[in-house]
């Protein structure tokens, strides 16, 4: 490289070959997990040489557990695999169930012990290691990558670095993992700044947004999405898309949705409500929409309806997201939620909890509408607002996210410098 060219003045780094580390990556039992990272990696694979060790979760007797606990199902995955022809190695990584804040930290030699018996065969195929997800993921490659004699990055996405991080018997060890990595990289501004506050140096912490399917997320038109997907034409529809738990705000969204009545749309048009996900609450949204049919049949009246969709692939989430009129995400806490930006794209406005990322991609009065988490009397206000106030596609235009391929890119230059230590500044 020429003396004093930055990356981002137009000579590239060259493309490292890549050992990604990760609990959260899909795979034969789960195959609609972690849409984000599979999607990032494709694209990221399609310019640099990228290899998964994707952990599964182990305790001994797991497989007597049958189909009864989640660690029971993934016996079934296999030790090796190709996922959107990205290579996959599944190791099955010990863990303490049910540790914990207290003993959390035993956590991350166990997984690293899972991945002990993978080295011979890693020695001398890679530049750069990843960890994506802070702890245990991150903690435990730090310690693969001293192992191989490699340098290694560290990549955030939300809870990690919200929540678990911060728990007094792993901040230590997360804040060591980051102090020596060569590259700590957030998915938003906020969350870049948390990094550097946990122990990331702050020349050394860097921003590459996440991206999103640009052929598939898209302003389309709302009518015909309605119609493939069974949904009603007439009325407004209100679409949340995540993880059906408490935290994810379900609850102070139904509350909020029930309180909207017929106010929140014209005269006599109803208010409906589709649900996009699998959870421990999905019983709990299924028994609200029959108990709001029951009193809707009983009163004789036209009432929104709750449509539960369960876990669905990208292409239908993107149907669901051209159908709505707007998207709710009330999270209590959140990176940046690729949904917001898929919806962003797709010219859908989104009212959203002001934690994590969200408030650095929705821009409130332009994009969307922000309000405090836990708040359903606020939450109900903005939906109420969101659904009468005229959108301007021109602002979702402006504010679109970058394209997987945008955003491969951008995290290629960041490990090519993590991998080699080229000068220059990485354009993320």
């Known amino acids: 490289m020429k003396p004093g060219v930055r990356w981002d003045e137009g000579e590239l780094p060259r493309s490292p070959r890549v050992l990604w580390v990760t609990r959260i990556f899909p795979n034969r039992v789960e195959p609609l997990a972690c849409a984000f990272q599979r999607q990032q990696l494709a694209a990221l694979s399609r310019c640099c040489a990228v290899e998964v060790l994707a952990a599964i979760p182990y305790h001994p007797g797991v497989s007597l557990l049958g189909e009864r606990t989640r660690p029971g199902r993934l016996t079934a995955v296999p030790d090796r695999d190709e996922i959107d022809g990205v290579p996959v190695i599944h190791p099955r990584a010990p863990y303490l169930p049910g540790a914990g804040r ?140 995540g993880h059906v738990a408490r935290p994810k705000g379900i609850h102070e969204l139904l509350d909020a949705f029930e309180a909207l009545g017929a106010a929140a749309g014209e005269p006599g048009e109803p208010v409906h409500l589709v649900v ?64 917001v930006l898929e919806a962003l794209a797709a010219a859908r406005p989104v009212v959203a909890t002001r934690v994590g990322g969200i408030p650095d991609v929705v821009e409130p009065g332009r994009t969307g509408l922000l309000v405090p988490p836990r708040d359903v009397g606020a939450l109900g206000r903005a939906l109420r607002e969101a659904l009468a106030r005229p959108w301007d596609e021109r602002a979702f235009a402006e504010a679109a996210p970058p394209s997987w391929e945008e955003s491969a890119e951008a995290l290629r230059r960041v490990l090519a410098r993590a991998a080699f230590g080229e000068p220059g500044r990485v354009a993320a």
């Open 102 to 241: 207290v003993l959390a930290p035993v956590n991350a030699p166990l997984y690293l012990a899972g991945l002990l018996p993978h080295v011979p065969r890693l020695r001398g195929r890679f530049d750069v290691v990843m960890g994506a997800w802070l702890y245990p993921d991150a903690c435990a490659a730090a310690l693969l990558a001293r192992l191989l004699g490699l340098p290694y990055a560290v990549k955030a996405h939300g809870t990690d670095v919200n929540v678990v991080a911060r728990w007094r018997s792993v901040r230590p060890l997360v804040g060591g993992a980051l102090r020596s990595a060569a590259c700590a990289v957030g998915v938003s501004r906020p969350m870049v700044e948390a990094l550097t506050a946990l122990g990331a140096p702050k020349e050394r912490a860097v921003l590459v947004r996440n991206g999103v399917d640009r052929a598939l997320f898209r302003p389309g038109d709302r009518r015909a999405a309605r119609l493939e997907l069974g949904l009603p034409e007439r009325g407004r529809i209100i679409t949340f898309v």
């Open 276 to 339: 996009v996900g699998d959870g421990p609450d999905r019983r709990m949204v299924e028994l609200a929409a029959a108990r709001r049919e029951r009193e809707a049949a009983l009163r004789r009246e036209e009432r929104g309806r709750i449509f539960v969709s369960g876990q669905r692939p990208l292409s239908a989430v993107a149907r669901h997201v051209t159908a709505t009129d707007l998207l709710a995400l009330p999270s209590w806490a959140e990176g940046t939620p690729n949904v």
